[in-house]
């Protein structure tokens, strides 16, 4: 079984009941749909990559799994009658499993590999679409707004002018462009830029705000919402939707993840819940 990062934190955050529903917004390698089916609960798990639902080798009858984007959160959980809910958990980004077997660009270390980037191949843009017809600050606005990676500018004016040449077309055209506009390799670059472009092409942020908003629209009045996210501009989005209209965070501060390799150690949890008036 895929153990994700913050796993019994979350699942000591929810309270899991007896027979209570839970919708697993993020699925994955369904560590957290599995886990909340071991202590009792039902599962309604969504992922919007239709390979994590075709990969899953669950069978468990209190686990339903249905290819959707939690931006629908609230539509997929009344279309199949499975609410309202006592949590939802939302473990943002992407699986090792998409970014090391999906073949679609998602790591800079892959440089062979399509500059592709998409979680659903239904959705219609590529990050290969973005970096081929963006004007020079369109390409900058996409960089800084989602990465805020100082080098933006630099770097869109980089890819304009090779690409004037040659399409960019895999990985490591890209990393040239990257390698080019700031003059060295550097890891830490490379990784915001292909964040900033993920979050572009998957909508994740705008995906964010309206997963969220449904959430709170499921969730008994005792329910919670647990998310899990990985960089400061997700966490943002959180921090803000939880002072929307009747809700608040559970806990001022958020909980975070001491182990693991890097990335994980970016992990955040925070606990959303509804006010009692
Ligand atoms: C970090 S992984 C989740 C790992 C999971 N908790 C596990 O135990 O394996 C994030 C998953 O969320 C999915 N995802 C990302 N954005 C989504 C969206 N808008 N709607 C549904 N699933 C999404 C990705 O395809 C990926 O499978």
Redesign the pocket.
Known sequence: M???VL?DQVMIALEIKKDGLYV??????????QAIVNAGGKVLA????QS?ISNSQLSMSDLKLVE????DIEKIAKENSFYPVDGV?F?????MR?INQSGRGFSFKRLNEPLDMR?SLKTEMTAKYLLNHLSEAELYEVFAKNSEEINSQKIAREIVVRRSFKKLEIVGNLINCIDHAIGEPDNNVYKRIFQALRIQV?E?FK??KK?LDGAAKIIKNDGKIAIVTFHSLEDRIVKNFSRSQGLKLLDKKPIMNRRGRNFEKSAKLRLIGKKII
């Open positions: 895929h153990t994700p796993l697993d917004a993020t699925f994955g390698e369904g560590g957290y749909s969504l992922d919007l990559d994590q959707g984007n939690f931006g958990v473990d943002l980004g992407l699986s998409q979680m998957n994740e995906n964010l997963g």
